[in-house]
């Protein structure tokens, strides 16, 4: 079955320092993409950066960048340089190429940043 | 402003009670969506639809009801409501699921509570 694992409940990191949400991954499909999103406390859904399977580099988007190890079948988000606005929720999420755009969600993971 | 809205934000209902929450989306996707989230269990969709007139079951559909007569609007019914319904609710667009890549926009959720 497709599925999602996000292991960490919660997480705590320094403000400045960097920090890795884990992220892996149940498919036997060839053609799937990852996605990470956010959700602060006001409840709503922010896209971060996307990583598809034939991607030959590591997809970043200013300070997200996403560990992508086929391999493994994992794809972590890494938060450089954490702000106290990174403070939220995260959500790791696969998309698979023969299921049009439907989305299968991890758990979360709640990141605290602290000061 | 491109955007997916939801309406209403909050409703606190009692069982069995008939409502509707809209979705409207303003950025001529073909897909849309809605998800629930529950603590726990990160999202799970419950009904999409991948064009006008066309709508097919998520993984948890039990309780609801879609259509999607026009292409922006895609309202999410639940004929006879109950507690275990209590959940946040999410509504997304993308343009065509073609694309792997497409992200899905998400709207600013409604909260529900079923008593």
């Known amino acids: 079955a497709q599925k999602i694992t996000q292991t960490q409940p919660g997480m705590f990191v320094q403000e400045k320092e960097a920090v890795t949400l884990d992220c892996t991954y149940d498919t036997s499909d060839p053609s799937y993409g990852l996605f990470w999103y956010k959700q602060p406390s006001s409840g709503e859904m922010i896209f971060l950066i996307y990583q598809g399977s034939y991607d030959q580099q590591n997809a970043t988007e200013g300070r997200y960048s996403l560990n992508f190890q086929k391999a493994r079948k994992s794809a972590n988000l890494v938060i450089s340089a954490s702000q106290l606005g990174d403070s939220a929720m995260y959500f790791c999420a696969m998309r698979r190429g023969n299921q049009g755009g439907k989305l299968i969600f991890g758990q979360g993971t709640e990141l605290s940043v602290k000061p | 402003e491109a955007q997916v809205t939801q309406n209403p934000r909050y409703l606190i209902t009692v069982t069995g009670k008939k409502l509707t929450v809209t979705c409207s989306q303003n950025m001529n996707h073909e897909y849309m969506s809605w998800y629930r989230q529950d603590p726990g269990l990160g999202l799970r969709q419950i009904y999409y639809s991948m064009n006008v007139e066309v709508t097919d079951k998520g993984d948890v559909p039990e309780g609801y009801k879609v259509s999607r007569k026009e292409k922006r609007n895609f309202p999410l019914i639940l004929e006879s409501p109950s507690p275990n319904q209590t959940s946040l609710y999410f509504c997304?667009?993308?343009?065509?699921?073609?694309?792997?890549?497409?992200?899905?926009?998400f709207g600013p959720g409604t909260r529900l509570t079923v008593l």
């Open positions: 997304a667009s993308s343009p065509s699921p073609g694309r792997m890549g497409n992200e899905q926009f």
